[in-house]
């Protein structure tokens, strides 16, 4: 094992504790259910609108499709990490107002088994929860015959993290199968009070705790289509059964000075059902371009024991170019990618609908010359959620990451050390 290779090791250790802490949000739709969603992605896929379900890289994890496992070669180990900053602003109907939010994205390592056998592991967020929001509302009193006005205070907290362990096998050539098995854990706090500025008026505080430790699962598949001039067509396809999550839940009510309810709703939650499938074009490993979809029905599942979510639509596309990795020629080595994807919301706020659209971009800078180097990835994403009126926000976001792909020759018998 080289330095590099330990050097690995202890990162991948130090770096646990902080994935499991991770919050990367100050976005106030955070609010609602499991909080801001996050799709399987690494720095490659990421810049290139977040395409996962056809992509089959061999110097890239695609933890997204776990069948594209198989596309390492048999003397790779590959470690993967990531860090990024969020720049968001946020507008209403009263003004706007921005913050700054930044941890570490995820850790992850891939190697091979045998030829028709590849193994990665990771830990990866599933969704973000993090927000600290205040409105003031006046109307008429009809206690006093005066005005009243509150004021709400709303915070939250958490997430959910999924540590994940697949494999993938090529039963026959250019088809390959794969599968994740999911732990996810994790705590989410939402809590919100009311407080009046008329003492006839009690507050008020309601904090709702979820905390969550289950397994899942994900399976994959991808068939090649080989073409004429070095052209070849990658097919693709996701699938994730519902599950039920066992966790413990309570609700606390809490009016000053009269009374304090709690309740307490374990096992009444739910993962959505997945469908995805896509497809990848590939010439002479030069160009990639793809498109992803994306269903999940989320109109089916409980949150509280009770169904309020709406069902999630992703529509990706991607292109990543690379002039010549073998070039003596820096630029011509550089992997450029760009992307773009749109997806609705899986909660209503206010009784309305939302959408999200995300523009990416980024760069592969690979740090040495070879077949398979290790690169360092930038992904640039600009998004848009909602629209600023009375009773909703429109919120802007650029976010910045920084991956590490590091490749290593871990099983080469060498014949001199």
């Known amino acids: 094992m080289s330095k590099r290779g330990l050097i690995i090791i202890l990162f991948i250790c130090t770096c646990i504790v902080g994935v499991y802490a991770q919050n990367n949000t100050s976005s106030p739709y955070t609010r609602y259910g499991y909080g801001g969603l996050v799709d399987a992605g690494f720095g490659q896929n990421k810049s290139m609108g977040g395409i996962s379900f056809g992509l089959r890289a061999n110097k890239f994890t695609n933890p997204g499709n776990p069948a594209s496992y198989t596309a390492i070669d048999t003397l790779t180990f590959r470690f993967e990490a990531a860090a990024s900053l969020k720049f968001s602003s946020y507008e209403d109907a009263s003004g706007k107002q921005s913050r700054m939010n930044g941890n570490l994205e995820y850790i992850a390592f891939q190697f091979p088994i045998k030829k028709w056998l ?10 973000f929860v993090g927000y600290d929001f205040s409105s003031k509302v006046t109307k008429p009193s009809s206690i006093t015959g005066g005005s009243l006005e509150t004021t709400y205070l709303y915070e939250g907290s958490g997430g959910i993290s999924q540590f994940y362990l697949g494999a993938a096998v090529i039963p026959f050539q250019n088809f390959s199968l794969g599968a994740n098995f999911n732990l996810n854990f994790g705590t989410i706090n939402h809590a919100s009070s009311a407080t009046f500025n008329d003492k006839a008026y009690y507050p008020t505080l309601q904090s709702n705790m979820i905390r969550v430790a289950d397994a899942s699962g ?36 809490i009016t000053t000075g009269i009374d304090t309810v709690k309740i307490t709703d374990n096992n009444k939650f739910d993962l959505p059902l997945t469908f995805g499938t896509g497809f990848v074009y590939n010439f002479s490993e030069r160009l990639l371009a793809g498109f992803d979809y994306q269903y999940q029905a989320w109109s089916d599942v409980r949150f509280f024991g009770e169904k309020a979510f709406v069902d999630r ?85 650029f976010k910045f990451t920084l991956n590490m792909t590091i490749n290593e020759r871990w099983f080469m018998v060498r014949k001199f050390d």
């Open 118 to 127: 590849g193994v990665s592991a990771g830990l990866l967020p599933y969704s």
């Open 218 to 253: 994900l399976l994959g598949a991808q068939y090649t289509l080989s073409l004429p001039k070095e052209r070849k067509v990658t097919f693709g396809a996701i699938f994730q059964p519902k599950f039920s999550l066992a966790g413990k839940a309570e609700r606390t009510i």
């Open 313 to 397: 639509n992703k529509f990706s596309l991607g292109v990543e170019f690379q002039p010549n990795g073998n070039s003596k020629n820096y630029f011509n080595r550089i992997y450029y990618r760009a992307g773009a994807n749109y997806s609705n919301l899986y909660t209503k706020v206010n009784g309305k609908d939302l959408d999200e659209y995300v523009l990416s971009a980024g760069l592969g800078l690979p740090l040495k010359r070879g077949l398979n180097p290790t690169v360092l990835n930038m992904v640039f994403e600009f998004g848009n959620i909602g629209i600023a009126a009375p009773d909703l926000i429109k919120e802007q976001y």
